[in-house]
């Protein structure tokens, strides 16, 4: 079988693994499958039921994907393969992808809840990301594809202290700006054209801001970002969050 993650990859994965209780780890090989699986997943966008049968049962696969997501595994794991960021200076964006009709249908007069909307794109999902300074992730937002950047800013860079903030213009707001700077953050924000006083910023560090641009273009590269297909926030939202792991591996 041909492994999508490295076997330098896979034994860092079971190292993080190891230190969350309760999930069952003793037989290497079937954790290795049940990982390449939702690789394959990730990569191929394919529906859960197209599953190559090399991997197993795609039933079973996709409930232990879901318990998994229910007790916050792969949450966990992104965060724990977080070793070392680099905070001098961090940056925020967001991304709109496209949800396919079959990411509809969740529940009734859900779509805001699960993070849909309709922006200019169509149906849609906003990705709202915060990378560090070499453009690896350390936190991700969904929110309706309509939703405007500004609103998730100060719940991205929460926690955040004494680091430079990139971000472009669309987070030119007197109240995000305050906001940095009571913790002791450097906003290195372009002013609006409509602001009647433009405050100075330092282009320099500024140009870091192609980071995340690239790591956007990153994790565009596997399928089920690129279009969204689950009904659930929280299962996309996984996705993101193992994506993320793999890039922190790499």
Avoid at 49 to 75: A, D, M, Q
Wanted: a positive charge.
């Amino acid at each position: 079988m041909h492994y999508l993650i490295k076997d330098t990859e896979f034994e860092k994965i079971l190292k993080l693994l190891n230190e969350i209780k309760g999930i069952h780890r003793r037989d290497r090989g079937k954790i290795r499958k049940f990982l390449e699986a939702i690789c394959y997943i990730s990569r191929s966008g394919c529906q859960w039921r197209l599953l190559p049968t090399y991997y197993g049962n795609w039933r079973s696969i996709h409930k232990r994907f879901k318990e998994w997501n229910k007790r916050s595994v792969w949450r966990r794991l992104f965060h724990s393969a977080q070793q070392e960021p680099d905070m001098e200076w961090i940056m925020i964006d967001s991304t709109i992808v496209r949800s396919h009709a079959c990411a509809a249908g969740y529940g009734k007069n859900t779509q805001e809840q699960e993070a849909l909307g309709r922006s200019k794109g169509g149906f849609s999902t906003k990705i709202h990301a915060l990378v560090d300074a070499l453009g690896n992730p350390l936190k991700f937002i969904l929110a309706p594809g309509q939703s405007s950047d500004i609103t998730q800013a100060e719940a991205l860079s929460k926690n955040i202290s004494d680091s430079f903030i990139i971000a472009d213009k669309g987070y030119d707001s007197n109240d995000f700006i305050q906001f940095m700077r009571r913790n002791h953050c450097t906003p290195v924000v372009p002013s609006k054209k409509n602001r009647k006083q433009p405050r100075d910023y330092d282009l320099y560090i500024y140009k870091e801001r192609n980071l995340i641009e690239c790591f956007f273009g990153k994790i565009k590269h596997f399928r089920r970002i690129f279009s969204r297909f689950d009904k659930s926030a929280q299962s996309y939202l996984a996705f993101l969050q193992f994506v993320g792991l793999l890039i922190w591996l790499r």
